[in-house]
């Protein structure tokens, strides 16, 4: 089995090609449309959904079998038809084009795989078997998303936003240090989650920032 890394991909205006239209195809575009990918599918059907999102105009698509040629330009491609051999001939296209490619019938023949996530704002939690136990990532990360509410959405704004103020306010790199460890310490989760959340100004802010240089 592959050792596989973990990346965070940013596709905004990347093109990405799929080719097959079925229920995977489905799947994999709901990930990719929100990123901003500029997607093709090639495919002789879609799916109701993609026939629809392609009648929107949110993706593009040749109606037609797959053939020699359709990955140029991509930056990656999913091979997601029901034809194995198909899926085959798509993912040495795309090794000699050195395209990254994904293999839905079989992972480990593809150059990446895409695990089971969820999203809280910023927050991205991605759960990976390595290709060993597909629904497995599924029901593992379905765990991890019950403890992490939508709260988690407004303390990563609030961490993000309380960085950029500290970074502004203070100059000296090993106070920094410690007000970003104590700011990752301080549990307003809970008090986000009943709606009591009140340090919402820069002022208010450099205060508590203050009161911990004075500790
Ligand atoms: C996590 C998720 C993400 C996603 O697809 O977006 C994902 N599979 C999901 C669901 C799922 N997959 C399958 C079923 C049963 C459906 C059924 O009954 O047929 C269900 C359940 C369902 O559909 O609900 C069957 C299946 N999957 C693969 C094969 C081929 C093989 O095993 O080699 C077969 C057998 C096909 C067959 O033999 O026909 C292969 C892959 N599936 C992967 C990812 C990659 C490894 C991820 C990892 O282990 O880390 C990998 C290697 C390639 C890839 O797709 O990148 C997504 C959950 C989404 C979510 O979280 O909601
Ligand atoms: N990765 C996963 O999570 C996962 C889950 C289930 C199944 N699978 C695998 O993925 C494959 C696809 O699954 P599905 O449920 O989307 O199947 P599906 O039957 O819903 O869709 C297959 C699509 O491929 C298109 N197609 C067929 N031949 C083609 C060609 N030569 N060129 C272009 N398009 C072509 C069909 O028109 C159809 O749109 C399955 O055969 C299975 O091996 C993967």
Redesign the pocket.
């Known amino acids: 089995m592959a050792h596989y890394v973990p990346i965070m991909l940013d596709l905004q205006g990347r093109k990405c090609v799929l080719v097959g239209g079925g229920f ?1 195809a489905e ?2 575009v709901a ?1 990719l449309q929100p990123a901003g990918a500029e997607i093709l599918i090639v495919s002789p059907r879609l799916t109701p959904k993609l026939h629809q999102a392609w009648k929107q105009g949110q993706i593009a698509w040749n109606e037609r079998c797959y053939e020699q040629g359709d990955l140029h330009g991509a930056f990656m491609v999913l091979a997601v038809t029901d034809q194995p051999f198909v899926n085959d001939q798509i993912v040495a296209e795309a090794h000699k084009l050195g395209i990254l490619v ?6 480990a023949r593809g150059s990446f ?5 969820f999203r809280r704002g910023e927050l991205i939690v991605a759960v ?8 497995a ?2 029901r593992v ?1 379905t765990e991890i998303e019950e403890q992490f509410g939508d709260e988690y959405e407004e303390y990563i704004r609030f961490l993000s936003w309380a960085r950029l103020v500290i970074k502004k306010r203070v100059q000296d790199v090993s106070r920094r240090k410690l007000l970003f460890k104590k700011l990752a310490t301080i549990d307003v989760l809970k008090e986000i989650r009943t709606g009591e959340f009140s340090l919402s100004s820069e002022d208010e802010l450099l205060s508590w920032i203050n009161v911990q240089q004075e500790e």
């Open positions: 995977v799947r994999k990930i994904n293999h839905a019938g079989e992972g795989i895409t695990p089971s996530s990976s078997t390595s290709g060993a136990a597909p629904e990532a599924k990360s």
